[in-house]
């Protein structure tokens, strides 16, 4: 069964382990600085899984969209919303129980499920070293303006021929985002209380 | 460096201390660029205020005083403050360390065929843009942690202002990589090969001044100089690393030291020509790879001379603005970033492609020489697939040995890169 | 189960399956975090750990290594894997500004307040 | 200011509330009564002709000679004077005010004599008469807010005042 | 005139109401504590529980929006320790879950609206157009602001913060306490807290004569000892009617002037410490030490001199030390455009300070502020011109302009930057500007005195018995030394010790200025302000 540790396979654990255990701390922390903190771990280690995969430019974004942009951004809402609270927000020990119980019973269902599936089986490891080391940013570039790079051998023409590339979705998204920003901006903007609003007693 | 000792050692073994020999040279490198740079910081100081710094610390120039204040942080007691959250408080200053340490992983110190760099990322520039930006929560985690007012003034306005300035910032990292084509370093140190007329800052006046815009980023994207609001002692006491004292201070002042080094780093890459030195000297010499591994080891080790000294003059730039500027107020350093650097950042981005678009692979310096031998870089793809459909197929069929495994791979990037750049002109021929 | 075999995992290949076996973990301790939390941004944190769950298995699915040349879904994995972090962010950014705009109404974060609607 | 001419002119307009001056010192002064002081400073701020709108220092000076020896050949009965010196942007002269109080109102040890506060008038009074407050122990009424400027806010006692002692212990501080 | 009533019906408000549940509620849970629980912590939570609806009562009861306002934040005070005893009494396990839910369901209802009421207050009854009820004696700056309703709130409504800027803040210039009411960035109120450094020199001025208290006077203002000394040796002279001789009077003001030099190079040092760069201050103080020197050779001392004395001064100049005065200027005027380009013109330098802290002249003169404060708003007031007549005759026949923005621009006798236009009259950028352009002119003065001195003859001013009988009566004289004018107050009964001795310290009043300067403006601005005014502590606090 091949010759000594194969390392993707080491760091793959590592990395899953270090994800799965920082999401657990989040779940049950109750500081909510904590909580964002093992967050922005989990997230973190996760695109280290995304590196592994070979995904290394969506991993690159992971950690500079998601940790670095969204989290922030969480932890700025953090800190102006955090207050001293007379009772510690605990969720009384009931909720606690019932919510372990069915999470425990989701998981075990899906890693059967993952697990029996036979096309998701890992390939053998001489496959899996053949794998030729391509570039990632240039096909994900093109697939985003004019061409599907990754389909070229694609055997039926019907179906190269109909692959369209992502240009669409990404103005979309361009412009959902523009909205978006005006949105949040709008939503959260300064209070300009008018003077004949006057608050009753 | 994990195949060569792969032929002494059992594999996992050889990529061990390949790990190994690469980690030890990175944080020896930064460590010891630390240790320089705060000798170089008080010397600079010194002269600009008309005054010596240490001499007498060890030696002619007190080249040992660094050594003194590390031994001082060390036996320093690390106290923490009761009412921190004592968990957050410790980690803090490791996880910035860590941030401003992993930017190395990506940044290549000679390029060519092999290049001296830890893990080949081809998404080079991004990888490192990303990793700066993590730098943040050591610091907010330490602002919170510390429980105390002034920590998180500072913790709050350093990330407002390192998160603002990350928009300029990946906006004037973006003109190379249009302009060489790839976001891998070691690509876009390769294209300014030959004399500083190809140096990428010469290659148009746009990227010209958006080099400058984004020196003023970097500065204030790393807390130095005029933007360095978080340690402002004269208004917050010290900024976020008040309550720190001892090692855990001395691990903020090597993230700092050590982003400082890597976004100069990055700017002599990206814009400086990294390995490249002013004069083709490695081809005069003879020192390439044609004639022999010697003297391509030589040559290599002569660009990461260049590299590092290039960083080390920017860093030098960074400490005479630091000690010849007042300090800028938040509003006034917000309003910089958005209303100037961002916008300058655009515009010559704009002027960048407009540049590319009207005389595409003509430098301005080559406006007058005829475009052939700039333009053999961007067709080399071209030429590159004809090559590689044709022998590849051969060499597929032989014997997976380690030692062939490099060329066939960049080959192989050629390949999907070409065949990717031909569709992409056959479709805009097809679309237009 | 009889593939699982812990004695040889180190030397074998990863493939799709254990991909997903964490990203249904994340994904679960997202949707626990949903219910469990009263802090309105614990909520917060809990959606962004389902949708990287949801990132990791388009990643599994796209990528060469654990299906092999040309079986998975290609370059459509890490492309949607793109857009679903975009997207995120912009969820992250509108839901903040709710979170705030309940803080400035209610004094305080935790979500049991808003019972305006009840009967 | 031009001497008896200039305390005439303020005794016809003022009447009983200027009870004397004093010219051959070398720096002549108009004494005024408590009551009349807030009119007196309004009409020489507001007056064109006098314009004294630069207070220069609000102070007070304990006369009280506490040795039995000297006291019998003291000249003056133990009373307090609060001294206004004032100046004149434009017309660059200056002028000094006193006004006599008793050491304690009524006489009854403990209760601060009064004077009416012209921080109204001068804006610089206000940290001036504090510290008069706070050394000398005059209460000026309706100061916006007369508490100790220069010593602790609980420190007892006036330590400008003759016949002031130093307490023996101040928050476990051996004083004396 | 609508005199604003207030509600005198506070049984019928909500927010009462709840505060008399809650009252009730915590004396039903703590009557079943144990002994011991009931003593400590009872007492305590049921005092604060009914101070709640107490204060909500006595403040309607007052009458007056102010009075009522605050005693509703004392109310809300009250249900913050009410809030601490319950959590204290949690803690403990004094309170079941039960108990918890009907505390908290009571807090966190009235919380939010003892904000809205206290909001509410002063606003419901009157309309700002045409509300002219009377809150109190108007004097010019109450420090009680009515709250305007157009005040536009911040977007996330963040509860102030009282931070403390001091007494050990690096940038307070000494052992100065602002304490600072901040929303954000943005500080709404600054209150200074004096008497760190008290030394109660006045008191001790009453057991001294006139000449042993010289060295009392050099540790008030202790950046320009030889200034401090100038101003009472004068005040002494005034009272004596003593004249010193003509070449005693030159030897003072190349004294005087030389001291004016270097405290003001502190201030320009200081202030560049105070935003953030550092080297102008090492500039600066390479010079002084020069001057210190110069200073050391006339009287052994470097900072506290005791050399100008009642009569004239302790010992007369050493030979050569004129010409070494002199080459020290000639080597010093050039220098000068060094500081202007590393502050003065500099464009990140102009950014912190113009148009920051602007003062009016007519406030500048009601505050009772002098000097380069007072000039930097474009008072046109030195006293070494407008000053008393022994002072004067200092300076009588020397040529110089008194540095102060007139008609539109300064004394064009030497070459001086230009003003930015960005900078306002009275701001921040302008009393800076005032003190560099100062430097200049003392170092005319000093020339001047220079060839003054060695052409007059005569004694240097020998000084005065130490145990002279001082003639009885008082005198009060004010010299404009460096941070503004000096003010010393003699009474003195006939014997040989002053029966008072009174200093009017400038930075005193200098800094009073601050909390109406600072209101609304960012924390970085504080020591921006607060430099500009260059004060020192030994002289306030005396």
Redesign the interface.
């Known amino acids: ?10 760091f ?2 590592l990395f ?1 382990a270090l ?2 255990g920082f ?2 701390a ?2 049950f922390s109750r ?7 093992y ?2 771990m ?3 280690s ?1 695109a280290g ?2 590196f592994l ?6 991993g ?22 955090s ?1 001293k ?3 510690e ?3 009384p020990a009931g ?2 129980i019932v ?2 119980v069915t ?1 425990c019973a ?2 075990a269902l ?3 499920a ?2 029996e ?1 036979p ?7 001489a ?14 570039g ?12 694609q055997p039926d023409e019907t179906l190269r021929g109909g692959m369209s590339s ?1 240009l669409l ?1 990404f103005e979309i ?1 361009s412009v ?2 523009l909205v ?2 005006i ?3 709008y ?7 008018s ?1 004949s609003a ?4 | 460096m994990a195949e060569f000792l792969a032929n002494y050692l059992p594999a996992w073994l050889a990529y061990m201390v390949a790990g190994a020999i690469h980690v030890g040279l990175i944080i020896n490198l930064v460590a010891v660029g630390a240790l320089v740079f705060i000798w170089l910081e008080r010397k600079i100081s010194g002269r600009i205020q008309d005054r010596l710094g240490p001499t007498r610390v060890g030696g002619k120039f007190g080249w040992l005083q660094t050594l003194a204040d590390g031994l001082k942080l060390l036996t320093k007691e690390d106290l923490v403050p009761g009412g921190a959250d004592k968990m957050l408080f410790r980690i803090a200053p490791y996880v910035s360390f860590c941030a401003s340490i992993a930017a190395f992983l990506a940044i290549p110190f000679a390029g060519g065929d092999y290049p001296f760099i830890v893990q080949h990322v081809n998404t080079g520039v991004f990888f490192v843009l990303a990793v700066l930006g993590l730098e943040v929560f050591g610091v907010i985690l330490a602002g919170y942690a510390s429980a105390s007012k002034w920590s998180l003034f500072g913790a709050m306005r350093e990330a407002a202002q390192v998160v603002s300035y990350e928009v300029p910032l990946g906006l004037c990292a973006v003109v190379p990589v249009m302009l060489a084509g790839s976001l891998d370093l070691v690509v876009i140190g390769d294209v300014q090969q030959g004399w500083f007329t190809n140096w990428l800052i010469f290659h148009d006046p746009a990227t010209f001044l958006i080099f400058w815009v984004y020196f003023t980023c970097a500065t204030a994207s790393v807390n130095r100089a005029p933007f360095d609001l978080a340690e402002a002692e004269s208004e917050l006491v010290a900024g976020f690393h008040t309550e720190y004292s001892g090692l855990r201070w001395s691990f903020f002042f090597m993230a700092e030291y050590g982003s400082m080094f890597s976004v100069s780093l990055l700017a002599s890459i990206l814009f400086l020509g990294g390995w490249n030195g002013p004069l083709p000297i490695t081809e005069w010499l003879g020192l390439t790879a044609a004639n022999g591994d010697i003297a391509w080891y030589i040559g290599q080790v002569l660009g990461v001379i260049n590299v590092i000294g290039k960083a080390v003059a920017g860093v030098c730039v960074m400490m005479w603005i630091r000690w010849t500027l007042p300090r800028l107020r938040i509003d006034q350093v917000m309003a910089t970033c958005l209303k100037y650097c961002t916008p300058l950042a655009a515009a010559f981005f704009l002027g960048a492609v407009a540049w590319q678009w009207s005389l595409p692979g003509r430098t301005f310096f080559g406006l007058l020489e005829s475009p052939a031998e700039l333009q053999s870089v961007s067709e080399g793809w071209s030429d590159a697939t004809a090559a590689a459909t044709d022998e590849d197929e051969p060499e597929a069929s032989e014997d997976q040995t380690v030692s062939s495994e490099p060329s066939r791979k960049v080959a192989a990037a050629k390949l999907t890169g070409a065949a990717a750049l031909q569709i992409a002109s056959t479709n805009l021929q097809g679309g237009k | 189960m009889h593939h699982f075999m812990l004695a040889n995992l180190l030397t074998e290949p990863v493939g799709v399956a254990h991909y997903m076996a964490v990203g249904a973990v994340l994904f679960v301790c997202g949707v626990l975090c949903m219910a469990l939390k009263r802090n309105a941004l614990g909520v917060l944190m809990g959606i962004e750990l389902v949708l990287n769950g949801a990132n990791l298995n388009f990643i599994a699915f796209g990528s060469r290594f654990l299906r092999g040349e040309g079986q998975g879904l290609g370059l459509d994995g890490p492309l949607m894997a793109l857009f679903v972090i975009v997207l995120a962010a912009a969820e992250a950014a509108v839901a903040l500004a709710i979170v705030l705009n309940f803080y400035n109404n209610y004094d305080s974060v935790d979500i049991d307040r808003a019972d305006q609607l009840q009967g | 200011m031009s001497g008896q001419a200039f305390v005439d002119q303020l005794k016809q307009k003022f009447g009983d509330d200027i009870v004397g001056a004093n010219l051959e010192n070398v720096d002549p002064w108009v004494e005024v009564t408590a009551q009349g002081l807030l009119a007196v400073c309004q009409h020489l701020h507001d007056e064109p002709s006098l314009a004294f709108d630069y207070l220069n220092s609000v102070t007070a000076v304990d006369y009280l000679e506490t040795d039995p020896k000297k006291a019998a050949k003291a000249d003056f009965e133990p009373h307090m004077q609060v001294v206004y010196h004032l100046f004149s942007m434009q017309h660059k002269h200056s002028l000094v005010l006193k006004v006599i109080v008793p050491r304690w109102r009524d006489d009854v040890p403990g209760q601060l004599p009064e004077v009416p506060s012209v921080a109204g008038i001068w804006a610089t009074a206000d940290w001036h008469e504090r510290e008069c407050f706070d050394l000398l122990g005059v209460k000026f009424t309706d100061h916006p807010n007369l508490r100790r400027i220069l010593c602790p806010e609980d420190w007892v006692g006036y330590p400008l005042r003759k016949d002031y002692e130093m307490p023996t212990e101040y928050h476990g501080i051996r004083g004396r | 005139m609508v005199i604003g009533v207030a509600r005198t019906d506070f049984e019928k408000l909500e927010v009462y109401q709840l505060a008399e549940r809650l009252a009730d509620l915590t004396w039903r849970i703590a009557l079943h504590w144990d002994q011991m629980a009931k003593a400590t912590l009872g007492g305590q939570l049921i005092r604060a529980a009914d101070s709640v609806g107490a204060n909500i009562a006595e403040g309607c009861g007052r009458g007056s929006y102010g009075d009522n306002r605050r005693f509703a934040k004392i109310a809300r005070g009250s249900l913050y320790e009410t809030k601490h005893w319950l959590r204290r009494a949690y803690s403990r396990d004094l309170l079941d879950a039960g108990q918890i839910e009907q505390l908290r369901s009571i807090i966190d209802e009235l919380a939010p609206r003892l904000n809205a009421y206290i909001r509410s207050i002063g606003r419901a009854a009157c309309n700002p157009k045409t509300d002219t009820t009377d809150y109190g004696p108007r004097t010019t700056h109450m420090s009680t602001l009515v709250d305007d309703p157009r005040v536009i709130e911040f977007d996330v409504r963040t509860d102030e913060m009282l931070v403390n800027m001091g007494p050990q803040h690096p940038s307070t210039h000494g052992v100065l306490r602002l304490v600072l009411r901040t929303d954000g960035e943005v500080v709404s109120e600054v209150t200074p807290h004096l008497g760190y450094l008290h030394r109660c020199a006045e008191k001790i001025g009453e057991n001294l004569t006139p000449r042993q208290w010289i060295p009392y006077t050099d540790r008030m203002d202790y950046l320009a000892g030889m200034n401090m000394n100038l101003g009472w040796s004068l005040t002494v002279e005034k009272l004596l009617k003593y004249e010193p001789p003509e070449k005693g009077r030159h030897l003072r003001v190349i004294i005087a002037e030389m001291g004016r030099i270097a405290s003001h190079l502190v201030g320009m040092g200081a202030y560049g410490l105070d935003l953030g760069s550092f080297s102008p201050f090492l500039y600066a103080f390479r010079e002084r030490e020069k001057i210190l020197d110069l200073f050391e050779e006339v009287c052994g001392a470097r900072l506290t001199y005791s050399y100008l004395t009642v009569g004239g001064a302790t010992a007369d100049l050493p030979r050569g030390w004129l010409q070494k005065c002199e080459a020290f200027l000639e080597q010093f005027e050039p220098i000068i455009a060094e500081y202007h380009a590393l502050l003065t013109t500099n464009s990140i330098f102009i950014k912190r300070t113009a148009g920051i802290g602007v003062m009016s002249p007519e406030m500048a003169i009601n505050f009772g502020t002098s000097g380069p404060v007072l000039r930097g708003s474009g008072v046109d007031h030195d006293l070494r011109r407008d000053g008393e007549e022994i002072y004067t005759a200092m300076y009588d026949g020397y040529a110089f302009e008194v540095i102060v923005e007139k008609d539109g621009h300064y004394p064009k006798d030497h070459k001086y930057p230009a003003v930015p236009h960005e900078a306002v009259l009275g701001d921040c950028w302008h009393r800076f500007y005032v003190r560099m352009l100062e430097v200049v002119q003392s170092i005319d003065l000093v020339r001047q005195a220079i060839d003054r001195y060695s052409t007059a003859e005569g004694g240097y001013g020998e000084p005065r018995k130490l145990t002279e009988k001082l003639p009885k009566g008082e005198a009060y004289l004010e010299t404009e030394s460096p941070r503004g004018q000096m003010g010393f107050y003699l009474v003195s009964d006939g014997s040989s010790i002053p029966w008072r001795a009174r200093a009017r310290s400038s930075s005193f009043c200098n800094l009073s200025v601050t909390s109406d300067l600072c209101r609304g403006c960012l924390i970085a601005d504080i020591p921006a302000i607060v430099g500009s005014l260059d004060i020192v502590m030994g002289e306030i606090d005396r």
């Open positions: 069964m091949g010759d000594g540790i194969y390392w993707p396979t080491f793959f654990l899953s994800a799965c999401a657990l989040v779940v500081n909510v600085v904590r909580m964002a903190f967050l922005v989990s997230l973190a996760t899984l995304f995969a070979g995904e290394d430019f969506v690159a974004m992971q950690l500079m969209i998601y940790v670095g942009g969204t989290l922030v951004l969480l932890i700025f809402g953090v800190m102006l919303t207050q609270q007379f009772v927000m605990k969720t909720q606690w919510g372990l999470g989701l998981v899906l890693w059967m993952a697990f599936t096309q998701w089986q890992p390939i053998s490891r496959e899996a070293e053949a794998v030729a080391v391509q570039p990632t940013a240039t096909p994900i093109v697939a985003l303006t004019n061409g599907r790079v990754d389909q070229l051998d992502y979705p998204v959902h985002l978006v920003l949105g949040a901006a939503l959260a903007r300064a209070k300009r209380r003077p006057a608050a009753p007693g």
